[in-house]
């Protein structure tokens, strides 16, 4: 890999919380992609909600083919900006880990959950969820809970974090990787720390991936209408772009090859604006990145187009009223759950109850239990949320 000054060199690594030799043939980095590879929470994506329940058609993206699509992006654009290809590729396979089943409708109803219990409460949020998958809830190894993984990759995760929720983790972890959501007083005003370009990087891929597919599974569900997506500029384009090219083009394949060169674009205009910026402000090191502005960009032009497509979306799917018939269902799976563990929680298997005294590594007393609780809900499939509903509550939470 031939890195540039400013990609992070596993070398240099801040290192993992339990110090551990390294690998013979792989890179810390490597090896942190492969234990998210290896791991329970990963294999649980596949039947997990990106924005189509699990149920509703076997074509639409889950979680999984969702993170999948993230590291290829990601992969591509590192490769050519020179920055950490395996970093990348691992926070993208590890950004989605902490979601619950149902996509963000579990996640508000969880959240809900567990401040109705109790207002002094964290709350649920799927960004720190991941973390705490990593941190602490894969039981795989006999010296550690969790999965042992660097600091690069660890801050990559945590995209975003509450000042709250940021003090409670500065605590366990003074200067570790929520420090960078907590600007000292004097710094008011000033820019607050970024994150490596790999985590950057693996953000943006983010977006680029579901602008994309979210439009490939709106059209197969018949919720989006080929003509409907002509009013977003950034699918025009290509589509006028590609009958020009291919004038008998109809149908899938006109949908498929307009996605194409919309995700080729943004993947050039990502390099082209990025290393635009980063000769315009110099970036000598991966601390220089850290105290800047964020580096990894769209060109001005390309940010609002992405903008657009992102409100299009928002507006004509994620809110249509067939989703949002599903999203109360599964709110309401998400509720009767927890209402249903915490007043009983010999339902949840014993490997869970177990953790109602035990010490786990991100916290220095018992875990509460509707954290428990909370851990156990978030780590259901769609589909065995929906088989365990249905055996504490006894009525089908989705038509058959
Ligand atoms: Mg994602």
């Known amino acids: ?72 992006l990601g992969r591509s654009i590192a490769r050519a900006l020179h920055i950490n290809e395996d970093l990348v590729e691992a926070i993208a396979l590890a950004h989605d880990l902490g979601h619950t089943p149902f996509g963000h409708a579990g996640q508000d109803a969880l959240n809900n959950c567990l401040k ?44 975003h974090c509450s000042r709250r929720n940021a003090l409670r983790i500065e605590a366990r972890e003074p200067g570790g990787v929520a420090h960078r959501f907590l600007p000292p007083a004097e710094a008011a005003g000033s820019l607050r720390l970024q994150p490596s370009l790999e985590a950057q990087l693996a953000n943006l891929a983010d977006e680029i991936a579901y602008n994309a597919h979210d439009i490939d599974d709106g059209v197969r569900s018949g919720l989006l209408q080929l003509e409907q997506l002509e009013e977003v500029e950034l699918f025009s384009c290509y589509r006028r772009e590609t009958s020009l090219a291919h004038p008998l083009l109809r149908g899938r394949r006109l949908l498929f090859e307009t996605i194409r060169r919309m995700l080729s674009a943004q993947v050039y205009d990502v390099i082209d604006a990025t290393t635009r910026v980063i000769a315009r402000r110099g970036a000598a ?105 249905g055996r504490l509550v006894g009525r089908a939470a989705f038509p058959a």
Do not use: W
Not at 6 to 12: G, I, N, R, S, T
Not at 51 to 56: D, I, K, P, T
Not at 127 to 153: A, C, I, K
């Open 1 to 72: 890999m031939n890195l540039a000054p400013y990609a992070c060199d596993p070398a240099l690594s801040r290192g993992r919380r339990f110090p551990e030799a390294a690998a013979p043939t792989r890179s810390d980095f490597q090896r942190d992609r492969d234990r998210i590879v290896h791991s329970t929470a990963f294999r649980r994506l596949v039947y997990k909600t990106q924005v189509f329940l699990n149920h509703e058609g076997d074509l639409f993206r889950t979680r999984l083919t969702h993170s999948l699509e993230v590291a290829q």
């Open 116 to 159: 109705a219990h109790n207002p002094q409460s964290a709350g649920f949020e799927h960004n720190l969820q991941s973390l705490r998958v990593v941190d602490s809830l894969e039981e795989r190894y006999p010296e550690y809970n969790g999965l042992n993984l660097t600091f690069e990759t660890r801050e990559g995760i945590l995209k």
């Open 285 to 389: 090191n991966v601390d220089a990145v850290r105290q800047g502005p964020p580096l990894i960009c769209f060109s001005a032009d390309m940010a609002t187009q992405s903008a657009a497509l992102k409100q299009f979306l928002l507006k004509n799917l994620y809110r249509h009223p067939k989703v949002s018939e599903t999203t109360e269902s599964a709110k309401q799976v998400v509720r009767e759950l927890f209402a249903a563990y915490m007043a009983d929680p010999l339902q949840m298997p014993q490997a869970h109850t177990d953790r109602f005294d035990g010490v786990d590594m991100t916290h220095s007393a018992g875990v509460r239990p509707e954290r428990v609780v909370a851990d156990y809900i978030a780590g259901m499939t769609d589909r065995f949320a929906s088989k365990e509903h």
